[in-house]
Nanobody
Framework: QVQLVESGGGVVQAGGSLRLSCVAS????????MGWFRQAPGKEREFVAA????????YYRDSMKGRFTISRDNAKNTVYLEMNSLQPEDTAVYYC???????????????????WGQGTQVTVSS
């Protein structure tokens, strides 16, 4: 099991940037693929970005490509989400999640992820 704690959310104006962090404890961090998901008021939780346990290129929801960047530092047990050019429609609670990666993991499927953080609120004002 992995315990996840997100931070870095807040209120930002449209066009601004935020960097979210998620610190993991428990299971060895580099055995987990890590993902970011978000849930806006009245909407289903949706995939944002994910990264394999070894790092490398991230995977993104189409609407985030070019604006968001996911990265991880296995030495610090931390995954990051750099968000640029934020828009009001990006307002949501952002969740970090971990998926034990001992085979093929479909990174954009919520069902793949076993452990979830409590979320951090991101509010983008127009």
């Amino acid at each position: 099991q992995v315990q996840l704690v997100e931070s870095g959310g807040g209120v930002v104006q449209a066009g601004g940037s935020l960097r979210l962090s998620c610190v993991a404890s428990g299971r060895t961090f580099n055995t987990s693929a890590m993902g970011w998901f978000r849930q806006a008021p009245g909407k289903e939780r949706e995939f944002v970005a994910a990264i394999h346990r070894s790092g490398g290129n991230g995977y993104y929801r189409d609407s985030m490509k070019g604006r968001f960047t996911i990265s991880r530092d296995n030495a610090k047990n931390t995954v990051y989400l750099e968000m640029n050019s934020l828009q009001p429609e990006d307002t949501a609670v952002y969740y970090c999640a971990a998926a034990l990666e001992n085979g093929i993991v479909v990174l954009d499927r919520q069902e793949e992820y076993d452990d979830w953080g409590q979320g951090t609120q991101v509010t983008v004002s127009s």
